[in-house]
């Protein structure tokens, strides 16, 4: 199985800032790669797949790269309702592992 | 607009057994793979399984394998998760969810459905 892990575990950012979150594959993945984020009460919601193509809707502050073993979901610029938890999935073997998530918060 | 509704979730014992059911409307049922995901509270996300829009290729996680299925009802655009042998770690948030088109990150996700499994 692969294990997925993400860091940090929670970010706190303010408002306009910039936000990074990074996702490790404990073996390649290529680019299979898939963030998601959910928000308190609500199913995930796709934001990213094949490590760097936005999903339809999904605003450009958003943006995702990386390949193999390690890949980063940037936030240009954070927003008050991007508050929210953020997952990383890899979908090249099964079975199809998430990572333990990064919490956003707003500062 | 893609809809996933899930239904069947409950309280139900140890040793139980519970069906969930997922219909799906918006798009041509048969051409998408779909899938369970479930969600322990407070916890992250876990793949339980997934089915072809044929019906044809089915995946299990291994701490469900031997206890649930996965089967749809292409009639009834209808996707459904046998869960048997319900053991206490299966309580959970369990959501469906449709894939991409010919890849397997999830696009759109019902709103789930609780199970609890508790004496």
């Known amino acids: 199985e692969i294990v997925m892990t993400q860091s940090p575990a929670t970010l706190s950012v303010s408002p306009g800032e910039r936000a990074t979150l990074s996702c490790r594959a404990s073996?390649?993945?290529?680019?299979?790669l898939a963030w998601y984020q959910q928000k308190p009460g609500q199913a995930p919601r796709l934001l990213v797949y094949?490590?760097?193509n936005r999903a339809t809707g999904v605003p450009p502050r958003f943006s995702g790269s990386g390949s193999g073993t390690d890949f980063t979901l940037t936030i240009s610029s954070l927003q008050s309702e991007d508050s929210a938890v953020y997952y990383c999935q890899q979908y090249d073997r099964w079975p199809l592992t998430f990572g333990g998530g990064t919490k956003a918060e707003i500062k | 607009e893609v809809q996933l509704l899930e239904s069947g979730g409950k309280l139900v014992q140890p040793g139980g057994s519970l069906r969930l059911s997922c219909v799906a409307s918006?798009?041509?049922?048969?051409?998408?793979?779909m899938a369970w995901v479930r969600q322990s509270p407070g916890k992250g996300l876990e793949w339980v399984s997934s089915i072809s829009g044929s019906g044809d290729r089915i995946s299990y996680a291994d701490s469900v394998k031997g206890r649930f299925s996965i089967s749809s009802d292409t009639s009834k655009n209808t996707l459904y998760l046998q869960m048997n042998n319900l053991r206490a770690e299966d309580t959970a948030t369990y959501y469906c969810?449709?894939?991409?088109?010919?890849?397997?990150?999830?696009?759109?996700w019902g709103q789930g459905t609780l199970v609890t499994v508790s004496s």
């Open positions: 073996q390649t993945v290529y680019s299979n």
């Open positions: 918006g798009y041509t049922f048969t051409n998408y793979a």
């Open positions: 094949g490590a760097f």
């Open positions: 969810a449709k894939k991409i088109l010919g890849s397997n990150p999830f696009d759109d």
